[in-house]
């Protein structure tokens, strides 16, 4: 199976501050994706990747960028933080043959 | 737009009892369905998938869903509910775009709880 990995799974920021979340998969996959999970609300998808160098826009880009320089890695950036981005962000590669999404276990981020 | 429903935001089952997690999906075409489960602080692992050809399909930890395009619905199922079964169920519809994958479109959840 895929492993998709997150770095931080629980961080604490304050308003204004860059954030970087990172994404790593050991699979070779080309599609990788980044969702925010929050209660009631169920997943968003905030941007997505086909490949390297290339990102398309979810829902919810709004606050939002991404990097993905190699294949294996997909960040996702937040610029100058806001309290309304607290949440719990995941990260997913696709299988290529299956459609198939592999998620890491979460990055749970506070903003104060 | 493609939508994805789960209609029950909270269940309660009984240990041993039966479980039906409902889903209902709007597409113009057979989509690719998912259900996923989530437990708590945890990222969502894959419980079964379908794609094409027997209607039921089989998955791990005893589950099983059944895709019928006349409703379009792909309900979950369990004969018998363990207590670590307790977690946050997720319906999921793929869309195909141009013969390559792409995103998958999700339910909001149903929260599972056990009763002992």
């Known amino acids: 199976d895929v492993k998709v990995t997150q770095s931080s799974r629980y961080l604490v920021k304050r308003t204004g501050e860059k954030v970087f979340l990172e994404c790593v998969q050991d699979?070779?996959?080309?599609?990788m994706f980044w969702y925010r999970q929050d209660p009631g609300l169920g997943l968003r998808l905030i941007y997505f990747?086909?490949?390297?160098?290339?990102?398309e826009k979810g829902d919810i880009p709004e606050g939002y960028s991404v990097s993905r320089e190699k294949k294996e890695r997909f960040s996702l950036i937040l610029e100058s933080a806001s309290t309304n981005q607290t949440s719990m962000y995941l990260c997913?590669?696709?299988?290529?043959?299956?459609?198939?999404?592999?998620f890491g276990e979460g990055s749970r981020l506070t903003v104060l | 737009a493609q939508s994805v429903t789960q209609p029950d935001i909270h269940i309660t089952v009984s240990e041993g009892a039966s479980l039906e997690l409902r889903c209902n999906y709007s597409?113009?075409?057979?989509?690719?369905l998912f259900w996923y489960v989530q437990s708590p602080g945890q990222g969502l692992q894959l419980l079964l998938k379908y794609f094409s050809g027997d209607t039921l399909v089989q998955g791990i930890k005893g589950f099983e869903a059944e895709f019928k395009r006349s409703q379009s619905s792909f309900n979950l199922r369990k004969p018998s509910v363990h207590w670590s079964d307790a977690a946050e169920y997720f319906c999921a519809v793929g869309l195909n775009y141009g013969g390559s994958q792409g995103n998958l479109i999700f339910g909001k959840g149903t929260k599972l709880s056990v009763k002992p």
């Open positions: 699979m070779d996959h080309e599609n």
């Open positions: 990747s086909y490949d390297v160098k290339m990102k």
């Open positions: 597409y113009g075409a057979t989509p690719y």
């Open positions: 997913a590669a696709q299988g290529s043959n299956t459609g198939e999404l592999f």
